[in-house]
């Protein structure tokens, strides 16, 4: 089988949640034998750094990166209020990008082209052109549901205005593009649920998120220090708002009803007016350059989500790791966990300093939880598990 995975970010370096989703993805369909040919958007924010990528990936998956300025442009921005074009999707087009598309369709044959995510849609005229390839959305997130989350919890009026605008240009796109592929890889059952409920009439398939287990078991006989950590880039709008939250409304509470415990941040681009509002006992760590050995040296990791959809790789990540974990009802979403069992749901300050409480005094529980949580996650989110469905998927949208 021959795939042209098109990606809105360099699968590597591996520094978000999307990288690593994107690159399981490489990974699984080249161990099954399938020829991957990888052609990547890079930004400002992402850069494609060829020379930093192990060779044999790059002789495997023969991988490209075209520059796009995804940067929001006020002008372009305006303008889009005239349009009936989401903007936010709109800024991923390229005729750079398209051309060099174009060519790949021209010099060679394709069974599946798939689309990392919904900024990858702008391209799928260009793809029906040249090629008569099944066209796979691998959808990272319902992004207009993501947008309306938002709009939802903002407290500036003027903000509020401007993300419902944006989700409601987002779910218009959204919903017309969903007829034009073949099928749809749903990052989770909610978001197929929801695919389904929202009259799609194409195949989709709940695939989720996979790692490769292996790599994330804790180093043996380490003894992880009794702390708090998030780990998350800062450029990620849910991301920033939930810390904003919990340093604000939260953290102060637990603080107080456990003053030795500490909370480390990690994440790229933290604002400095978050670094310099943190209150006592927060330590910020930036972008670590280790982020399993980061996770690995903490017991508890928090994930205090308010907006999202699809699957938090993180928490996927945690418990791969056997952390015991704490999150936002929200952040848990589209993962098949239990509260209690194997994660604890909080949603409020009293719901957090009492989920605290339980793993600060009860180590014996602590430990229980994250066992069960690394089980869940070899279960359901190994690679070569989740890359054979992918593959079956492909397969079942090829047959007459």
């Not at 349009?83 to 991923?92: E, G, K, L, Q």
């Not at 974990?325 to 300050?349: M, Q, Y």
Request: aromatic residues 8%.
């Amino acid at each position: 089988m021959r795939v042209l995975q098109l990606c809105n970010k360099p699968p590597l370096p591996a520094i978000d949640g999307g990288c690593i989703a994107m690159n399981t993805v490489t990974q699984g369909l080249l161990k099954s034998g399938a020829t991957v040919k990888v052609l990547t958007i890079f930004t400002h924010k992402h850069d494609f750094v060829l020379e930093s990528m192990p060779p044999a990936y790059v002789a495997q998956t023969d991988i490209e990166g075209v520059f796009v300025d995804t940067r929001v442009n006020v002008v372009d921005a305006f303008a889009n209020f005239m349009t009936a074009d989401s903007y936010n999707v709109s800024r991923f087009f390229s005729t750079d990008f398209d051309i060099r598309l174009t060519r790949c369709l021209q010099d060679a044959s394709y069974d599946v082209v798939h689309l990392e995510s919904l900024f990858m849609t702008p391209y799928i005229s260009t793809i029906r052109r040249y090629s008569d390839a099944r066209i796979v959305l691998r959808s990272h997130n319902l992004e207009f549901a993501l947008w309306e989350k938002m709009a939802h919890g903002a407290r500036n009026l003027a903000r509020k205005a401007y993300l419902n605008y944006l989700s409601r240009k987002l779910r218009e796109y959204e919903l017309s593009i969903l007829s034009q592929v073949d099928g749809i890889a749903a990052i989770s059952e909610e978001d197929r649920r929801h695919f389904v409920e929202l009259g799609v009439k194409k195949p989709v398939e709940a695939i989720p998120f996979a790692l490769p287990m292996h790599e994330y078991l804790p180093p043996a006989g380490h003894k992880p220090r009794l702390a708090l950590f998030h780990i998350g880039a800062m450029d990620w709008s849910p991301n920033l708002e939930g810390i904003v939250w919990f340093l604000e409304d939260i953290w102060p509470h637990i603080h107080q009803a456990f003053p030795a415990l500490t909370l480390h941040l990690a994440g790229r681009n933290m604002p400095a007016d978050l670094i310099a509002g943190a209150g006592s006992g927060v330590v910020f760590e930036g972008e670590v350059a280790d982020a399993r050995a980061f996770m690995h040296d903490k017991a508890i990791m928090i994930v205090p989500l308010l907006s999202g959809g699809g699957i938090r790789v993180k928490i996927i990540e945690g418990m791969a790791c056997g952390k015991a974990i704490i999150s936002t009802p929200v952040g848990a979403e589209g993962i098949d966990c239990r509260h209690g069992e194997h994660i604890l749901l909080a949603e409020n300050a009293t719901q957090w300093v009492e989920a605290i409480g339980q793993l600060v005094n009860e180590p014996g529980r602590m430990e229980a939880i994250g066992a069960r949580a690394m089980a869940l996650a070899a279960q359901h989110f190994e690679t070569d598990n989740v890359t054979a469905r992918l593959i079956e998927f492909y397969h079942t949208l090829r047959r007459p």
